[in-house]
């Protein structure tokens, strides 16, 4: 049987903001010797030096400061720092109690992938999407199901290829949705194959940013598939104006969002 030994194989990097950072829950991280982890709490306003965070010193290193908002500026900070051959970027709001990373890892590490796919839970354990009971690709259209919380980057690879989040989508940024559909779209680009796996990463206890359907982030989600599919947009958009019929606010905002132009 494979196992992983002592080396750090893995890192969790949890993206927070100053006023949610003490709800997060890290103690089941620590006792992995697999695992390495940080949290990235940003700092919007506040000056640096006189954030007092109460942080035993066992964690300090465990800790970054990012000032400035913007949730995937964290991300490309995470892609930075990792030092290990994984990286699970996941959110405040994600329980990881239940997370398998062993057997996860003894099972992607036979693989070459840039990204792997895992799935997140919602409340109560239910599955929001259906997972996958082998590995699969990714399609192009299944792109815009994904979530940042469920993916899994082989950061060396990533790095080789230059790939980085889009700075200009995620919440805190100009268009506050689909940062991960922007990256995963530029990684098939490039001819890499995304695997969905059969792993659960987490389970989601908030209001996913993805289950919102106003006027601004449907204006949003314009730009989301103009910048991923570029002159398939349209033919995306129409599939998802189908999928989702009546999540979105009358005929009007149904119009507007095929034909690409912001409903204000």
Same mark, same amino acid.
Request: with cysteine; net charge positive; aromatic share 12%.
């Given at each position: 049987?494979?196992?992983?030994?002592? @080396?750090?194989?893995?890192?969790?990097?949890?993206?927070?903001?100053?006023?949610?950072?003490?709800?997060?829950?890290?103690?089941?991280?620590?006792?992995? &010797?697999?695992?390495?982890?940080?949290? %990235?709490? *940003?700092?919007?306003? @506040?000056?640096?030096?006189?954030?007092? =965070?109460?942080?035993?010193?066992?964690?300090?290193?465990?800790?970054?400061?990012?000032?400035?908002?913007?949730?995937?500026?964290?991300?490309?900070?995470? %892609?930075? #720092?990792?030092?290990?051959?994984?990286?699970?970027?996941?959110?405040?709001?994600?329980? /990881?109690?239940?997370?398998?990373?062993?057997?996860?890892?003894?099972?992607?590490?036979?693989?070459? *992938?840039?990204?792997?796919?895992?799935?997140?839970?919602? @409340?109560?354990?239910?599955?929001?999407?259906?997972?996958?009971?082998?590995?699969?690709?990714?399609?192009?259209?299944?792109?815009?199901?994904?979530?940042?919380?469920?993916?899994?980057?082989?950061?060396?690879?990533?790095?080789? /290829?230059?790939?980085?989040?889009?700075?200009?989508?995620?919440?805190?940024?100009?268009?506050?949705?689909? @940062?991960?559909?922007?990256?995963?779209?530029? =990684? +098939?680009?490039?001819?890499?194959?995304?695997?969905? %796996?059969?792993?659960? #990463?987490?389970?989601?206890?908030?209001?996913?940013?993805?289950?919102?359907?106003?006027?601004?982030?449907?204006?949003?989600?314009?730009?989301?598939?103009?910048?991923?599919?570029?002159?398939?947009?349209?033919?995306?958009?129409?599939?998802? =104006?189908? +999928? &989702?019929?009546?999540?979105?606010?009358?005929?009007?905002?149904?119009?507007?969002?095929? #034909?690409?132009?912001?409903?204000?």
């Amino acid at each position: 049987m494979l196992t992983l030994g002592h @080396e750090k194989k893995i890192t969790v990097s949890i993206s927070t903001t100053i006023d949610r950072y003490e709800h997060i829950k890290w103690s089941n991280l620590n006792q992995n &010797n697999f695992i390495d982890w940080f949290i %990235i709490i *940003q700092i919007f306003n @506040e000056n640096l030096e006189k954030i007092d =965070l109460n942080i035993h010193d066992q964690f300090s290193n465990n800790i970054i400061l990012q000032q400035g908002k913007g949730l995937t500026r964290s991300r490309n900070l995470a %892609i930075d #720092l990792c030092k290990t051959k994984f990286l699970h970027i996941t959110d405040d709001d994600i329980d /990881l109690s239940d997370v398998n990373y062993e057997q996860m890892l003894i099972d992607i590490c036979k693989f070459d *992938q840039a990204l792997f796919v895992g799935n997140v839970l919602g @409340e109560n354990f239910a599955e929001r999407k259906k997972s996958p009971r082998s590995y699969q690709k990714v399609s192009w259209y299944n792109t815009a199901r994904i979530g940042s919380p469920e993916m899994i980057l082989n950061v060396e690879k990533i790095r080789s /290829l230059g790939i980085r989040f889009d700075e200009d989508f995620g919440v805190g940024a100009s268009n506050p949705i689909g @940062e991960e559909i922007v990256f995963v779209a530029d =990684l +098939k680009r490039l001819g890499q194959d995304v695997l969905r %796996i059969p792993f659960i #990463l987490g389970i989601h206890k908030g209001k996913s940013t993805g289950s919102i359907f106003n006027d601004y982030h449907n204006n949003a989600r314009i730009r989301v598939f103009n910048r991923a599919y570029r002159w398939l947009g349209i033919v995306i958009r129409f599939l998802f =104006l189908i +999928k &989702n019929w009546r999540r979105f606010d009358g005929s009007q905002s149904r119009i507007f969002f095929i #034909l690409g132009r912001d409903k204000n």
